[in-house]
């Protein structure tokens, strides 16, 4: 296995189809190689290769992403998009190890969220979780305010006070992403 990191311009059409159908987001199926690197420039593809080339496992860091807490804005790295072509084989152990080593060398500083159904993957793979916490990161639907779909918050890589910036989030002190 190797590990590798590229932008969405380094991405190759056969990559770029074989992130889209493991993503398995209707929406994008069909999208064409130009519209999907325009869509994620603001994105860095970390990937998990076996000997031949393909594709094992694949995640997506967003440097496009802001929330607002307690009136000052917050840019953080999001962690999204994270999948494995075969379940139960290691690569998601594996890639998530190494992204984290390689953001952690970077000093980013990189959330990403969760169901609470991944809490016990995440927790064998030694990632700090903030239980319930996504929930009071709210997103913005037409002209309301809505909690996540996500439960939890992964931490992949925080300073001390962005860390503790999460833990304190609670129904009175809620977060909101800027887009």
Not at 36 to 63: A, M, P, W, Y
Not at 146 to 157: G, Y
Request: hydrophobic content about 35%; glycine content about 6%; charged content about 30%.
């Amino acid at each position: 296995m190797t590990y590798h990191i590229k932008n969405s311009e380094q991405l190759t059409i056969q990559e770029i189809g074989v992130i889209i159908k493991l993503w398995e987001n209707k929406e994008w199926t069909g999208m064409k190689a130009d519209d999907f690197r325009q869509l994620f420039k603001n994105s860095e593809f970390h990937l998990l290769l076996d000997t031949d080339g393909n594709i094992k496992s694949v995640l997506r860091l967003n440097f496009d992403f802001t929330l607002k807490i307690s009136g000052n804005l917050h840019s953080y790295t999001e962690m999204v998009g994270f999948v494995s072509a075969q379940k139960g084989h290691g690569y998601g152990s594996q890639l998530l190890k190494l992204s984290a080593e390689n953001v952690t060398e970077r000093d980013l500083q990189v959330i990403g969220f969760c169901i609470s159904d991944l809490r016990p993957f995440y927790e064998k793979c030694k990632i700090d979780i903030l239980y319930d916490k996504a929930k009071k990161i709210l997103e913005q639907e037409d002209d309301h305010w809505i909690s996540s779909e996500d439960d939890d918050i992964l931490i992949i890589h925080l300073s001390e006070e962005n860390r503790n910036l999460f833990k304190q989030l609670d129904s009175e002190k809620t977060a909101y992403l800027i887009q």
